[in-house]
Structure formats: structure tokens, C-alpha cells
Nanobody, 127 residues
Framework: VQLQASGGGLVQAGDSLRLSCAAS????????MAWFRQAPGKEREFVTA????????YYADSVKGRFTISRDNAKNTVYLQMNSLKPEDTGVYYC?????????????????????WGQGTLVTVSS
């Protein structure tokens, strides 16, 4: 599976951006998909995840109510709509995919549980 993230850029605080992650592979619709981010000098952190069916989504507290993850299995694409952006949202955003089943909700939040990673797209939010 190859993941290609896009949509990053330089925006001002309060603006919106939509990131996309296009995946190759015929079994995309069975994968759990997620977004992580890494700010300069910090560790990679969980942002959001979505189950293969799109029926369950998970968010970090810092983005709840502002970010929305969605997926279009027909297009093999997952999206991250980011509204009301803040300077602390600045970082490289990575999409990730997990092909294995999920037996515990805690799995969604752990980066090492995802087997496939995109190259990242930079989001910079100026104040």
C-alpha cells in the first residue's frame, strides 16, 4: 500500500484546510486510516482515525470540534477537514493505514499500530 498525502500549506489562524490522502491497493476499504502530526522538535502525535466503514471516528482532544476525518472508499481517499486552525496545529501531517483488525480502541491512537505511512504534508499556521 502506498499513501500520498496532499493539501498542506501556509494559512492564518482561523483559516481552514483540507488534507487528502490517496491510497493504492484494492483493499483500501478494509483499512483503518489515521492522521498523525509532528511539530518541530516534538514527537509524532495522534490526530484522528476512522474505521474501514467510516462509521466510527476518533479524535485527539486538541482537535475535537475543529477537525473532521472522512473517507471515500470508492476513491481510495481519506480526508482531513481542518477548521479554526491555530498556530499550535503547525506540523507535518502524516496519513497512516492499518490493515489488521482492531481489538481495542486504544490501538487507534498508537502510531506503531499502523503499518503504512505517507510522506507527510506540511501545515503552517501563522498567528
Amino acid at each position: 500500500v502506498q499513501l500520498q498525502a496532499s493539501g498542506g500549506g501556509l494559512v492564518q489562524a482561523g483559516d481552514s484546510l483540507r488534507l487528502s490522502c490517496a491510497a493504492s491497493g484494492r483493499t483500501f476499504n478494509t483499512y483503518t486510516m489515521a492522521w498523525f502530526r509532528q511539530a518541530p522538535g516534538k514527537e509524532r502525535e495522534f490526530v484522528t482515525a476512522i474505521r474501514w466503514s467510516g462509521g466510527n471516528t476518533y479524535y485527539a482532544d486538541s482537535v475535537k470540534g475543529r477537525f473532521t476525518i472522512s473517507r471515500d472508499n470508492a476513491k481510495n481517499t481519506v480526508y482531513l477537514q481542518m477548521n479554526s486552525l491555530k498556530p499550535e496545529d503547525t506540523g507535518v501531517y502524516y496519513c497512516a493505514a492499518r490493515s489488521l483488525g482492531v481489538t481495542s480502541a486504544s490501538i487507534y491512537y498508537r502510531s506503531h499500530e499502523y503499518e503504512y505511512w505517507g510522506q507527510g504534508t506540511l501545515v503552517t499556521v501563522s498567528s
